[in-house]
């Protein structure tokens, strides 16, 4: 794959598709949500720099999973099941297939979320990467 920030968004929701429950991850964000869990994937910010020869930089990727909050308890436990497993997937292809030259940290946020008119619960992990073009 080539070296992009919109490849690399998509090759997150490809690794979050692999995940056991997750329903909707369209590579285009949709003005609704749809099906749940579902995820989304975008670019949040980043900074550009030119090293030598090279354009590169640093940028970080949002993942969101978003669940139903009806029932919230059962909502909070699905959810929690990809506390783990979604940095776990993601470090375990490094580069994303290519698409970033790595992966540099994970970091997170749970709570209340919304996507459209839905109001949601779940995770926000902040995927940050290194890019050369």
């Not at 099906?35 to 975008?42: D, L, M, T």
């Not at 470090?91 to 994303?96: E, F, P, R, S, W």
């Given at each position: 794959?080539?070296?992009?920030?919109?490849?690399?968004a998509?090759?997150i929701?490809?690794?979050?598709?692999?995940l056991?429950?997750?329903?909707?991850?369209?590579?285009?964000?949709?003005?609704?949500a749809?099906?749940?869990?579902?995820?989304?994937?975008?670019?949040?910010?980043?900074r550009?720099?030119?090293?030598?020869?090279?354009?590169?930089?640093?940028?970080?990727?949002?993942?969101?999973?978003?669940?139903?909050?009806?029932?919230?308890?059962?909502?909070?436990?699905?959810?929690?099941?990809?506390?783990?497993?979604v940095?776990?997937?993601l470090?375990?292809?490094?580069?994303?297939g290519?698409?970033?030259?790595?992966?540099?940290?994970i970091?997170?946020?749970?709570?209340?979320?919304g996507?459209?008119?839905?109001?949601?619960?779940?995770?926000?992990?902040f995927?940050?990467?290194?890019?050369?073009?």
């Open positions: 794959m080539t070296v992009s920030l919109y490849n690399a998509k090759a929701l490809d690794v979050a598709l692999t056991s429950g997750i329903r909707n991850a369209p590579d285009a964000i949709p003005e609704q749809g099906v749940f869990p579902f995820v989304a994937c975008f670019p949040h910010e980043g550009w720099v030119k090293e030598f020869s090279k354009v590169g930089g640093l940028h970080t990727l949002i993942l969101e999973l978003h669940l139903e909050r009806d029932p919230l308890p059962q909502a909070y436990e699905l959810a929690m099941g990809y506390a783990e497993t940095p776990v997937a470090y375990a292809d490094i580069t994303l290519g698409t970033v030259e790595t992966i540099t940290q970091r997170y946020e749970f709570g209340a979320l996507w459209g008119e839905a109001k949601t619960i779940g995770f926000r992990w995927v940050e990467v290194k890019v050369h073009i």
